[in-house]
């Protein structure tokens, strides 16, 4: 079966910073997009970031300057850097294949993040 | 920024019967807009793409229709493992999502 698996949720103080990892048969070497999609608790969905095969990659202004997404071709790794988080970033992250003119056609189980003192 | 704006927030629907879901969107998107399936505790599911193509293992069902800004879901005969939360997603400038619609077994 195709999946994705997110790594790396946590408690973490306002301020501080996390790193999400996701891995899985479903992000390979010619995967074209991968993204990132976060859902506050009760809420609806939110696109976070989005790296392409190519490198380039884009946020959402919410997380622009603070957030930073990779990826290991070679690990077939995709990760999601946030730093000074804040207490409305508290929310579910999912790694998402799709992107670009792509749906998002694969979606991890998804890592909760809460930002609390 | 394109907004996804849904409609109606929550919809009660009987088995069997038919559920209209609807979608606009700020502008025009051409074909490219999605629907999830979210179903409590789960993350979300693609079930149609490209307004009206299912995703594979989505049932007959479900069918999407709409163009330009105007978008519909529906789900032919309402079954109760359909209960869940629909969200409509444009993928042609960024990637936004209406607020969703709750579908509940009357």
């Known amino acids: 079966e195709v999946q994705l698996v997110e790594t790396g949720g946590g408690l973490i103080q306002p301020g501080g910073s996390l790193r999400l990892s996701c891995v899985g048969s479903?992000?390979?070497?010619?995967?074209?997009?991968m993204s990132w999609v976060r859902q506050a608790p009760g809420k609806g969905l939110e696109w976070v970031s989005v790296f392409y095969r190519g490198g380039d990659t884009h946020y959402a202004d919410s997380v622009k300057g603070r957030f930073v997404i990779s990826r290991d071709i070679f690990k077939s790794t995709l990760d999601l850097q946030m730093n000074s988080l804040r207490v409305d970033d508290t929310a579910v992250y999912y790694c998402v294949r799709g992107g670009g003119g792509d749906p998002f056609d694969l979606w991890g189980q998804g890592t909760l993040v809460t930002v609390s003192s | 920024e394109i907004v996804m704006t849904q409609s109606p927030d929550t919809l009660s629907v009987s088995p069997g019967e038919r559920a209209t879901l609807s979608c606009r969107a700020s502008?025009?998107?051409?074909?490219?807009l999605a629907w999830y399936q979210q179903k409590p505790g789960r993350a979300p599911r693609l079930l149609i793409h490209?307004?009206?193509t299912r995703a594979t293992g989505t049932p007959a069902r479900f069918s999407g229709s709409g163009s330009g800004s105007e978008f519909t879901l529906t789900i032919s005969s309402l079954q109760s493992g359909d209960c869940a939360v629909y969200y409509c997603?444009?993928?042609?400038?960024?990637?936004?999502f209406g607020q969703g619609t709750r579908v509940e077994v009357k």
């Open positions: 502008q025009s998107i051409g074909t490219r």
């Open positions: 490209g307004i009206s």
């Open positions: 479903g992000l390979t070497a010619t995967t074209n997009f």
């Open positions: 997603q444009q993928y042609l400038n960024g990637w936004t």
